[in-house]
């Protein structure tokens, strides 16, 4: 395979720095292996949440140019969870290539409680961002003055390019440029900082804005809901640079070849975090004795089943050859 070109995003840093080895499969190892890309691809409840939200506003901001009656409002988030969490749960548990969960594939069980959480997640985060001021102001502005709708955006710092999807980003009526970052979770993202802050710099490079305080963020956490707004400026656009060429350098100094971009597994150890690998969709390939009996009384992962490459019987499966990569986010 022809090398392809290193790049940065936000969860790229965020899986590099879970796990060394998650982001070896993640970002190298799934691009020669299918089972791996397969596994990389599972999606935990929360996630799965999350993309439902996302997914439903994208389409309904593509569409629609003014806010539908209440009726219209309850009957969108009633086709999310009937139409697609139904369609999506249906395929998940038919093991489907093009959805799956994470709990079907390790065999967890969902409870009844956790299915319930779900669906209210999402009737809630739909009803809340209705409600929301940022989508009148959004419409106030006009879809003329939208600059980006759930697009995935690139840009290069100091010789590296890096990656972020914009939900959406807006000139509002007072010339302020709005950038809105759709949360389901309840608390604030490990990274949100710097996500944020890429996105002011990626604003910033397309002269969106002539001063980094004519632009603000928004995080929308849809399902409390709570909408933190916050002005952007120089010292954090420095700070945002500075983190990105700093982890890009962490990520580039394990490659065994960082010109080509060539990564070797072995460089790229496993962590001894039980909580953590019981949840990691790569957990067959690190456990492979622990599969399936998750949820039964087996205590998977941890003193036991801690990595070790002495034992011989945890060794991962995946290939050991250099492995050439496409390292888009
Ligand atoms: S199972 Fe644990 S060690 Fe293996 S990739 Fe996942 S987080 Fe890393």
Wanted: glycine share 6%; charged share 30%; net charge positive.
């Amino acid at each position: 395979m022809e090398p392809r070109p290193f790049s940065w995003s936000v969860s790229r840093h965020d899986t590099f720095d879970s796990c060394r080895r998650k982001y070896y499969y993640s970002y190298y190892g799934s691009l020669e292996d299918p089972e791996i890309a397969r596994l990389k691809k599972l999606s935990a409840l929360p996630l799965w949440t999350g993309s439902v939200v996302h997914e439903t506003i994208e389409a309904f901001l593509k569409e629609r140019d003014a806010l539908p009656s209440e009726a219209e409002q309850k009957a969108i988030a009633e086709a999310a969870v009937h139409e697609r969490m139904k369609g999506d749960w249906r395929d998940s548990e038919q093991a489907s290539l093009r959805f799956r969960l994470f709990e079907h594939e390790y065999e967890q069980e969902v409870s009844a409680d956790d299915k319930k959480i779900a669906v209210s997640t999402v009737r809630r985060c739909l009803r809340a961002f209705f409600r929301s001021q940022t989508l009148k102001d959004a419409f106030a502005a006009g879809r003329a003055n939208w600059l980006s709708l759930e697009d995935l955006i690139g840009f290069e710092l100091e010789g590296v390019p890096v990656f972020l999807r914009m939900d959406l980003a807006y000139r509002a009526t007072n010339g302020q440029v709005v950038i809105v970052d759709w949360k389901t979770g309840r608390s604030e993202g490990r990274f949100n900082a710097v996500q944020l802050a890429g996105y002011a710099l990626y604003a910033a490079a397309q002269k969106w804005a002539d001063a980094p305080e004519q632009i603000e963020t928004e995080l929308a956490y849809l399902a409390v809901p709570r909408f933190v707004r916050r002005r952007v400026d120089a010292d954090m656009l420095a700070a945002a640079r500075a983190f990105v060429v700093r982890s890009a350098g962490k990520m580039r100094g394990l490659l065994v070849d960082a010109e080509r971009n060539l990564a070797r597994i072995d460089d790229f150890a496993r962590i001894d975090n039980p909580r953590r690998c019981r949840r990691c969709n790569f957990r067959r390939l690190c456990f492979p004795r622990f599969d399936g009996l998750q949820g039964r009384g087996d205590p998977g992962p941890g003193p036991m089943g801690a990595p070790s490459d002495d034992s011989g019987l945890l060794r991962p499966q995946a290939p050991r050859a250099l492995v050439a990569v496409e390292s888009r986010a």
